[in-house]
């Protein structure tokens, strides 16, 4: 695999890695909260906790399946019904190619022959007309399978963070629950931003932030539900 291609997939790895991590864990931070709030039996914590983890789960990789699948059968369709207009078209299309080609700043020969090479392969020239056209890219086309199931994969695993205090013998789960989820939030947010562009911290906060406001949402329903 060529270094471009590599780096495209793990942004989008990575892209299907925070989507699912992130809302594994905001999702059951809040719900954990709240049932933890309400009431101390632990054993409802953990039901409730990994019935959400499971649901939120498999929403989340049906959710990517679905997104990416209707994405890729966009870009086919556009791509048929360009190939069906240049076929039609081919003049007007070639002179699409010179124009786009002409305004990236190349005159005489040399343009001349990158017309020739684009218009001579005729899946080069669809190729050519949707991403300069349309901003669509073969490139962009990821297996829906996949995706499912790395989101789906990545909001187990963050799902599960707000429940290790429940599972393992933590003292004061709660707040450990609320610590380590934000913690490792804001890690991601970091990492992010890292591998991507922006500011880490601010990153970092803006997904810690994220976190919290769902903690503090299920915090306060908890105490509401905990007085009935």
Same mark, same amino acid.
């Not at 949707?130 to 187990?156: N, T």
């Given at each position: 695999?060529?270094?471009?291609?590599?780096?495209?997939?793990?942004?989008?790895?990575?892209?299907?890695?925070?989507?699912?991590?992130?809302?594994?864990?905001?999702?059951?931070?809040?719900?954990? +909260?709240?049932?933890?709030?309400?009431?101390?039996? %632990?054993?409802?914590? =953990?039901?409730? #906790? @990994? !019935?959400?983890?499971?649901?939120?789960?498999?929403?989340?990789?049906?959710?990517?399946?679905?997104?990416?699948?209707?994405?890729?059968?966009?870009?086919?369709?556009?791509?048929?019904?360009?190939?069906?207009?240049?076929?039609?078209?081919?003049?007007?299309?070639?002179?699409?190619?010179?124009?786009?080609?002409?305004?990236?700043?190349?005159?005489?020969?040399?343009?001349?022959?990158?017309?020739?090479?684009?218009?001579?392969?005729?899946?080069?020239?669809?190729?050519?007309?949707?991403?300069?056209?349309?901003? +669509?890219?073969?490139?962009?086309?990821?297996?829906? %399978?996949?995706?499912? =199931?790395?989101? #789906? @994969? !990545?909001?187990?695993?963050?799902?599960?963070?707000?429940?290790?205090?429940?599972?393992?013998?933590?003292?004061?789960?709660?707040?450990?629950?609320?610590?380590?989820?934000?913690?490792?939030?804001?890690?991601?947010?970091?990492?992010?931003?890292?591998?991507?562009?922006?500011?880490?911290?601010?990153?970092?906060?803006?997904?810690?932030?994220?976190?919290?406001?769902?903690?503090?949402?299920?915090?306060?329903?908890?105490?509401?539900?905990?007085?009935?």
């Amino acid at each position: 695999m060529k270094k471009e291609e590599m780096h495209f997939h793990n942004k989008y790895n990575l892209k299907d890695i925070i989507l699912g991590g992130q809302d594994g864990i905001v999702n059951v931070l809040g719900i954990v +909260l709240a049932v933890a709030t309400a009431t101390n039996d %632990l054993r409802i914590i =953990l039901i409730s #906790g @990994l !019935a959400a983890t499971f649901a939120e789960s498999l929403s989340m990789a049906a959710v990517a399946y679905t997104s990416t699948k209707a994405a890729k059968d966009y870009y086919l369709s556009i791509i048929e019904e360009e190939a069906k207009e240049i076929k039609k078209y081919p003049k007007r299309h070639l002179k699409n190619v010179k124009d786009i080609y002409y305004k990236k700043g190349f005159r005489g020969t040399l343009l001349n022959r990158i017309v020739s090479h684009i218009v001579s392969d005729k899946k080069l020239w669809v190729n050519t007309m949707v991403k300069e056209e349309l901003g +669509l890219s073969e490139e962009e086309l990821i297996s829906p %399978l996949k995706s499912a =199931l790395v989101v #789906g @994969l !990545a909001s187990v695993i963050g799902s599960l963070i707000p429940l290790l205090p429940f599972i393992l013998p933590f003292s004061y789960r709660i707040s450990f629950a609320l610590i380590f989820s934000i913690f490792i939030l804001f890690i991601t947010g970091a990492i992010k931003a890292k591998v991507t562009i922006g500011s880490w911290i601010r990153s970092g906060i803006e997904m810690a932030a994220i976190g919290t406001l769902a903690a503090l949402m299920g915090y306060v329903i908890g105490l509401a539900l905990g007085t009935i």
